[in-house]
């Protein structure tokens, strides 16, 4: 049996999770959330138009495109900004295309009408995980952007089918943790990434082990692990949305 | 005699002004101000090294570089990221010159010996005086990264030889109003930005009519108004940093 | 029971393997590989030097970067090049760090020494499964450039430690099927990319399902159904390498 | 009181302004401008077309933009173009800002109708004071374009309301110095740019002291300054639109 | 008279010409050209629109557009990508603009109606003389995908009034050669790229000595044997027209 | 025989040739150059130092680079700078490389020491021909910053070897005409560029015929028309540089 982790954890508890909404007022919706010391601002803006390339295809309904950044103060060390490298680099592109896929997997562009709802998100304080913060969070303020839309009668019906959420797990020294940080998520032989809805469906499942292999039992293991974590994660978001929403949250 | 304002304001009252220390925790100091519904994250991170080009020409020292950037949803209508552009725009790289050489201007490079300060200011939310909030929150965010130097005992003595802060004053339907919201600034005849030290000494003093000009006399108005918020901004400061810092304020 | 697919392949079924050593005579190692039709150039390119950030950072051994890349003539519709756009899609930067990944994970640096390997592949006609077909590919290129390598007795022993082979599972109409074609992949509810090394050890597991969701047990199918292929796939690399390498192949 | 300056002026003394109209024949209206060495090729262009966001946002009326460079032999070490280093460099961009902000000052949009004026300024030698010399010579080279506006009865009135010059002022060892050249400008405690109309308004007034700051006194004392000398400009403006106009010049 | 050259050719002797048709079976046309062991992919993909700037500008027609493209394994030293390196080198503008005019110098724009014919020529393997190997072969690529708009009787007359082909000649130790190879194009005194009609007349001349200079006597000899060398190309291109197209070939 | 050109000059004339020296004073050397309306800034500027790549191969002695570029008010409709479209066009590459090679054609770079010759040439006014007058201008702005080497004894002996001119040739309506200007050139069946020696030698050949070809005898024409006019240009060269060299030029 394992011993605590390095910030006093057991192998499948979760980080505390901290969710302030109201972060960015000039967003339709948006939700400072936190994995332990990992901070992001999640915001999610509203446009009433669609990209170009929908009216040129003739594609019906509405769209939804996900960014992500690191501030350069959300590490150790200073963080250049993507536009004084002059170009983004293939980790956030792999993530905001993450992001996004995983905010479709829920979502139901027809009912959201001509519509596009750009979800960002701005690390604050990196470590480990933000992605699956990014994508936990995200959903908050997409649901209460959403939520302008239903109360100012834009929208018919919420187009949101389910809820959605991420976390990470991953192999440490032959132990499998969930929620890993920074100095548990470098060292980790395997690394995966599971987006899970709340009825618990998966939406992506992504398990890596570059410096390593992994076997399919050891990828059984990570998923059950991931999965508690997700429900625990699921119900937190839905108490959250009570408590912010004026009607039952999905 | 002048009406309120929209806010509610006087002609020389300045926006409320709340100060969030340690809003970004690896930065070496950081602050959420705001001026009114205007919110700036500040934040200074220290490296141990200093740009290339101060090595070639044999300067010795230390150097401040200056970053801002308007978060994609600090504005009602939402506003693409730089790197989606491609390009920095005009008016960010005027505003960060500008928060640079304020900075600088209250700074002792030698005594910063060889660091480099970096300041990154973020607006997360905008309703005028951005650049204002900018520099007046820097100088805080700066302040309190330079005592993590001198209590590492990695500098010998305080660095910055006063405080600096900064205000927008404008002429608005023949009126001089302090401290402009978007709404005034966006119809303000005349506008200027004006940065003085705690001893009440000018930096900068920028001032323009783009639809409009201005005479000498309306400049000594402006300047005069100026001058007293930005006394009472310093006094805020000063107040701030000895709630912060071990030492007295300078 | 399911009816055979539009290229009358069973459900389980592989498209036809083709391997054409030689097709790059400059590069070090050169295969154009074939899975049915769609074909990827893959070249390996060793280089006597490692990057800057090694020795910057100390780090010893050698390193593999790998570049994808499809043809402007690759697909139906012409594709601009990166350079007419001026940067790398997100598709592109995944793909290729994807490639990096699979290489590395059978890749010994340390043994590598103080060299480079370039894994360059570039897709000359596209029919779904390209990424797949590149690291399967790859791996040939990676192991006869490694032959010139040892034969030039420029390292002492085979850094591959194993053999990697890469193929796509997903749903489609319900049904799980191996190794998409284009027209499978662009309708398939889910898409799996399975990447294993020859002893069956998972090195990635990529199963998303973008305008759909999976259950644990569908996610259980796609595996099996990869294994089965993957198994299939590194006998017929064995069995190349066995042909145009001196020595057994790994 | 002061010894003569390097260049033996007076610390009031404007240097020997030069204009040559006719510069770049192809242009609306040209000047090659000197400010003493500083030597500076003011060109304007008349496109028949707003930019497409005017049309867009409905904004009636013309448009007047501003480009501003340094030719690479137009210092003594040589300068990078900017498309060798791919950007626009941040000093430029406030530069070209300052000019178009200061022709626009008073330029009615309105009267020019839909017509685009471009304003480009390049540095032929550069000795200090480029700014300057760029306003004051784009002046003279909008008011000749505009003449071949009105020749060619395309607009009714001459839209320019006022003319606008700008002069550099600084204190350079203590003392208050008009027109700075290069070495001046560099080792100048304060530097102010000051751009005024012929009826003697303000446009902008731009005051900055890096390295130093300065009092309200000091000021005051580079604004005086400043206005006679600008007087002076006004004044050969007039003098070089008499001889080169058909009409009296505004 | 001369010895062999380090390829055992002579000096007026072409190297062997090879040509695979379908290489890029995705494409409109596509031909795999050697010039010994310079091997150029070649293909034409017809697209039903033409550029924007053609609608604009009215003008009538189709038009045609080549890019070339060194793979990074076709040298010795892998080159990197021009996305790599951020910019298209000034060589690959050239010889791109090369292939452009020399294949629209034999193509009726009007008759091709309203197609853009896109010619990429993507260098394999580079051993001197990819231009010439390119041109020659994007001739037998722009024909095959002609021959698919004939099929489909989408134009009703061969838009290509002639064929076109190309080769390098060059003065190596002061003797001229035809066909240079890398290591007599790097060391040849003069180097002349000559492209020609298969009625011969000629479509571009390029003659250039970097290091040297020449004589008119020197040009004449160039040219002659250059067309020598051309009319067998040519009679090569018939023959394999001939044999790969439906009809006779131009 | 023909008719008198648009300009009133012989088919075989060249247009008047000006020549302002010291239009750049801060470069070493300068000249404005005007082939009838085309005038052409040429700058030609002296670094002590040599580009990085070659101290890493080991190459001795100097180098010669050359920037073009045509400022936006050189033509009749306004050019966009390159850094507003973000990118050099290919006209500009070639043309800027050509001007290098012709240069450095008769410039021993051993002579040269270790030093960079800079040659920038901007168009003021473009009539047709600017890439030959700015060769023969170059020619000239280098020869007069040799001169500053020699006076200053930074090297011992001229580097130049022998002089260099250029010029454009054409066919127009079947007429074989000298120094094209714009409206020839635009319709122009053949375009030549010629460039030589003082004594006589070619240093580039370059004819095309972009719409059309041309027969060996045409080329035949154009050459001995182009080498008249180089002989004059050569002999106004050598005039102008007896006028402002102390020693007799080259």
């Known amino acids: 049996m394992s011993a605590l982790r390095s910030d006093q954890r057991l192998a499948a508890q979760l ?103 750009w979800i960002d998100c701005d690390v604050l304080q990196a470590d480990g995980g933000t992605r699956t913060a990014s994508i936990t969070g995200a959903y908050l303020a997409a649901r209460l952007a959403i939520q302008k839309l239903l109360d100012a009668r834009k929208i018919a019906e919420n187009p949101l089918v389910d809820s959605v959420a991420a976390v990470s797990v991953g192999l440490f020294k032959g132990e499998a943790l969930l929620d890993l940080n920074y100095l548990e998520d470098k060292d980790a032989e395997v690394d995966a990434n599971v987006v899970m809805t709340g009825r618990g469906q998966f939406v992506e499942v992504q398990s890596s082990g570059e410096e390593s292999t992994f076997s399919h039992e050891q990828l059984e293991t990570l998923l059950a692990l991931a999965k508690s974590g997700l429900q625990e994660l699921t119900a937190l978001q839905a108490a959250f949305l009570q408590k912010h929403l004026p009607a039952p949250a999905i």
Chains 1, 2, 3, 4, 5, 6 share one sequence.
């Not at 490298?85 to 993450?98: A, F, N, P, Y």
Request: net charge positive; proline share 6%.
């Open 15 to 117: 980080r505390p999770l901290t969710l302030e909404p109201g972060i960015a007022p000039y967003a339709s919706g948006s939700v400072l959330i936190g994995f332990g010391s990992t901070r992001v601002i999640c915001a999610a803006t509203i446009e009433s138009k669609v990209p170009s390339w929908m009216k040129q295809q003739g594609v019906k309904g509405g769209w939804l495109t996900a960014e992500y950044s690191m501030l350069p103060y959300s590490t150790l060390d200073r963080k250049p900004r993507d536009i004084a490298k002059g170009r983004i680099d293939g980790r956030t592109v792999e993530i905001q295309r993450l992001i996004g896929r995983s905010l479709r997997a829920v979502l139901d562009l027809q009912k959201l009408g001509e519509h596009t709802l």
